[in-house]
């Protein structure tokens, strides 16, 4: 599990499964460099062009997948408690603050793909020579 806050909010992400992971990177390609730019670095004009060009060239349904599958994992701090962003069937946001604001929704997502991704890019150079066989 990862914390982080936003807008004076806590959320933590959890992990998706692998093979939800392989779909969500598939349909998220133009957007996952920008967005870890966007966390590494802050959200400067050069970056948050690069976040509107990615998101347009996404297709809704892509989009919708990607967000439903990153807001599926999130819990937000309330008092003590730690409730699911979207209902147990991942149909509906329980939050009115995330529901109606699409900014929020997709600086949750971009901190959900670097919890899920980051660390897959820092292995993938290893995993390519000599942290993985392969077959001759």
Not at 35 to 49: A, D, K, N, Q
Not at 55 to 64: I, T, V, Y
Request: include cysteine.
């Amino acid at each position: 599990m990862s914390e982080f806050t936003i807008k004076g909010v806590t959320y933590r992400s959890g992990k998706m499964v692998g093979r939800t992971q392989i779909h969500v990177l598939r349909r998220a390609a133009p957007i996952i460099e920008p967005l870890f730019r966007s966390i590494s670095s802050g959200l400067t004009p050069e970056v948050s062009g690069m976040v509107i060009q990615g998101l347009g060239a996404l297709e809704d349904e892509k989009l919708d997948y990607i967000l439903d599958r990153a807001l599926a994992v999130v819990q937000k701090k309330e008092g003590t408690g730690w409730p699911s962003l979207m209902s147990s069937d991942g149909t509906r946001i329980m939050f009115e603050d995330v529901r109606n604001d699409g900014g929020l929704q997709l600086a949750i997502c971009a901190n959900v793909l670097y919890v899920n991704y980051y660390p897959l890019f820092l292995d993938a150079p290893s995993l390519l020579n000599g942290g993985a066989s392969f077959p001759q």
